[in-house]
């Protein structure tokens, strides 16, 4: 139980073009999901806590106009990179927090190439 | 907000042998505190994890130990094995388990055969 389903995992693009992360939780209804970002060899850095239904918080130095974040359902968030540019490529990993004070459960990840 | 800083950042240790990863956090409030492991392109996976309320905790080859006052946590793995190779990060966060996570920097585990 508690998958959480991200998609695409690989996106190779152009800069300037502007790239969609869906996360998923698949047999939970996931009331908070976190986006994360990881470049090589490094930690997971918090860009945003959404909640269902409002507006993500972002953390600091985190543009809320170049990522945007939608969180409709209770199960379905999207991360979009606008305009994305070569400093944008890195691994965007997406976690969904449970109720009943569960670990988050992590998404297999999006590597974003921007070329 | 809360900061995590995890050592060493590397260790390399021979098969059998046991590893220790330690990370210290700075917010008191913080009461969750779990442990990942992460091999190349994939998921962070959680390996354990323990809460303010207990100083010790462990789960076959893997323990982790907890000093509030110091605000200090370890990760420890016994008789380790090659598949214990990876990234092992710690983290912390306030509140319920499902809060937001502040991730400790990372430690590349390599145990030699």
Same mark, same amino acid.
């Given at each position: 139980?508690?998958?959480?389903?991200?998609?695409?995992?690989?996106?190779?693009?152009?800069?300037?073009?502007?790239?969609?992360?869906?996360?998923?939780?698949?047999?939970?209804?996931?009331?908070?999901?976190?986006?994360?970002?990881?470049?090589?060899?490094?930690?997971?850095?918090?860009?945003?806590?959404?909640?269902?239904?409002?507006?993500?918080?972002?953390?600091?130095?985190? #543009?809320?106009?170049? %990522?945007? +974040?939608?969180? &409709?359902? $209770?199960?379905?968030?999207?991360?979009?990179?606008?305009?994305?540019?070569? #400093?944008?490529?890195? %691994?965007? +990993?997406?976690? &969904?927090? $449970?109720?009943?004070?569960?670990?988050?459960?992590?998404?297999?990840?999006?590597?974003?190439?921007?070329? | 907000?809360?900061?995590?800083?995890?050592?060493?950042?590397?260790?390399?240790?021979?098969?059998?042998?046991?590893?220790?990863?330690?990370?210290?956090?700075?917010?008191?409030?913080?009461?969750?505190?779990?442990?990942?492991?992460?091999?190349?392109?994939?998921?962070?996976?959680?390996?354990?994890?323990?809460?303010?309320?207990?100083?010790?905790?462990?789960?076959?080859?893997?323990?982790?130990?907890?000093?509030?006052?110091?605000?200090?946590?370890?990760?420890?793995?016994?008789?380790?094995?090659?598949?214990?190779?990876?990234?092992?990060?710690?983290?912390?966060?306030?509140?319920?388990?499902?809060?937001?996570?502040?991730?400790?920097?990372?430690?590349?585990?390599?145990?030699?055969?």
């Amino acid at each position: 139980g508690a998958v959480v389903s991200q998609h695409p995992s690989w996106v190779i693009c152009k800069s300037g073009t502007s790239v969609k992360i869906e996360c998923r939780s698949l047999d939970f209804q996931a009331t908070t999901m976190f986006w994360y970002r990881q470049f090589p060899k490094q930690s997971l850095m918090l860009m945003a806590t959404s909640n269902e239904g409002s507006k993500a918080t972002y953390e600091q130095g985190v #543009e809320k106009d170049k %990522f945007l +974040i939608n969180h &409709a359902s $209770l199960t379905l968030s999207t991360l979009t990179v606008t305009s994305a540019h070569p #400093e944008d490529s890195s %691994f965007y +990993i997406c976690s &969904a927090g $449970l109720q009943g004070n569960q670990p988050q459960h992590f998404g297999d990840g999006t590597r974003l190439s921007i070329l | 907000g809360e900061n995590v800083e995890q050592h060493p950042s590397t260790l390399s240790v021979q098969e059998g042998d046991s590893a220790v990863i330690k990370c210290t956090y700075s917010d008191s409030a913080s009461n969750y505190f779990p442990w990942y492991k992460q091999e190349l392109g994939k998921r962070p996976q959680l390996i354990i994890d323990i809460r303010s309320n207990v100083g010790e905790k462990k789960d076959q080859r893997i323990a982790v130990t907890l000093n509030k006052t110091a605000k200090h946590f370890s990760l420890h793995i016994t008789e380790t094995q090659p598949e214990d190779s990876a990234v092992y990060f710690c983290a912390a966060s306030i509140g319920a388990a499902g809060n937001k996570l502040t991730f400790g920097g990372g430690t590349r585990v390599l145990v030699k055969p």
